[in-house]
């Protein structure tokens, strides 16, 4: 069993950063995607960056440019690099991890796809 565990949410002022993390109780270089998404109240859970154990990554259209993501396999940890942040971008973010390749027609960024979910952090942004 895969325990993923966020950390870092907090609140910031707009234009300001945050860097969440996220603790994974598992060799990380099992998990073939790693993701990030979140969620605000009244709205559906959306993907925002994802990474592959290649390395690979994909945004969201609306975090590009300002957020990174990354992995580290050897801490077994996530990270997401937040920029410029917006009161667009406050919600609740999680981890999400899937261990297989999820082939071509797979959309990492999608929440079907993913096998494991962290309890989430809070990110607040104010105007």
């Known amino acids: 069993q895969v325990q993923l565990m966020e950390s870092g949410g907090g609140s910031v002022q707009a234009g300001q950063g945050l860097t969440l993390s996220c603790e994974v109780s598992?060799?990380?270089?099992?998990?073939?995607?790693m993701a990030w998404f979140r969620q605000s109240p009244g709205k559906e859970r959306e993907g925002v960056a994802v990474?592959?154990?290649?390395?690979?990554?994909k945004y969201a259209t609306s975090v590009k440019g300002r957020f990174t993501i990354s992995r580290d396999n050897d801490k077994m940890n996530l990270y997401l690099q937040m920029y410029k942040l917006k009161p667009d971008d406050s919600a609740m973010y999680y981890c999400?991890?899937?261990?297989?390749?999820?082939?071509?027609?797979?959309?990492?960024?999608?929440?079907?796809?993913?096998?494991?979910w962290g309890q989430g952090t809070q990110v607040t942004v104010s105007s």
């Open positions: 990474i592959d154990k290649n390395g690979r990554t």
């Open positions: 598992s060799f990380t270089n099992d998990l073939y995607y």
């Open positions: 999400a991890a899937r261990f297989a390749y999820g082939g071509s027609m797979f959309d990492p960024l999608a929440t079907n796809g993913y096998d494991y």
